[in-house]
T-cell receptor, first 112, second 113 residues
Framework: DAKTTQPNSMESNEEEPVHLPCNHSTISGTDYIHWYRQLPSQGPEYVIHGLTSNVNNRMASLAIAEDRKSSTLILHRATLRDAAVYYCILSGVGSNDYKLSFGAGTTVTVRA | DGGITQSPKYLFRKEGQNVTLSCEQNLNHDAMYWYRQDPGQGLRLIYYSQIVNDFQKGDIAEGYSVSREKKESFPLTVTSAQKNPTAFYLC????????????FGSGTRLTVV
């Protein structure tokens, strides 16, 4: 099964951009790249997802490498409310169903 | 507003008792999922269902059971066979295609006393 690798933690200053890397060197051609984030004692929240092209929405941007073996989630201006665990996940890994497998994620700390 | 409702938010159970966690969605999603999260850990898949009257085991199904009699509902029963049931339980739903994201509930924290 294709897996993702993320740093355990990252720190950022408020109102500065945050770049969260994710490696997925064994990704298959039909796997989508999903990002979720989870605040303490809450359920994960969908952030963004993409297949090949870069994606933007009101929360973040997703930059996907041309070979699709890595991607970067970009928070353009971090706020204290962005402090959370961020998960990078591949969908439909190695099967025909669409369950998501969550790893440990990256814990993002935002300094005021 | 559409969403997923999990109840109760906190649940206490005595050892040896079965307990059922509720999960209801009004998003018209075909697929539903149950995850377990232990402190400081990621989510682990317990069971999932892609259509009504059908469900599959996830990575840690032992000691748990589910049913999917209605599209909107996917209750999880934690049985006495589950050795370490104290955890944070999360329910999610999706349209059932890999191009769509999941919507999660706010979770149920189960404590065995």
């Amino acid at each position: 099964d294709a897996k993702t690798t993320q740093p355990n933690s990252m720190e950022s200053n408020e109102e500065e951009p945050v770049h969260l890397p994710c490696n997925h060197s064994t990704i298959s051609g039909t796997d989508y790249i999903h990002w979720y984030r989870q605040l303490p004692s809450q359920g994960p929240e969908y952030v963004i997802h993409g297949l090949t092209s870069n994606v933007n929405n009101r929360m973040a941007s997703l930059a996907i490498a041309e070979d699709r073996k890595s991607s970067t989630l970009i928070l353009h201006r971090a706020t204290l409310r962005d402090a959370a665990v961020y998960y990078c996940i591949l969908s439909g890994v190695g099967s025909n169903d669409y369950k998501l497998s969550f790893g440990a994620g990256t814990t993002v700390t935002v300094r005021a | 507003d559409g969403g997923i409702t999990q109840s109760p938010k906190y649940l206490f159970r005595k050892e040896g008792q079965n307990v059922t966690l509720s999960c209801e969605q009004n998003l018209n999603h075909d697929a539903m999922y149950w995850y377990r999260q232990d402190p400081g850990q990621g989510l682990r898949l317990i069971y999932y269902s892609q259509i009504v009257n059908d469900f599959q085991k996830g990575d840690i199904a032992e000691g748990y059971s589910v049913s999917r009699e209605k599209k909107e509902s996917f209750p999880l029963t934690v049985t006495s066979a589950q050795k370490n049931p104290t955890a944070f339980y999360l329910c999610a739903s999706s349209p059932g295609h890999r191009n769509y994201g999941y919507t999660f509930g706010s979770g149920t924290r189960l404590t065995v006393v």
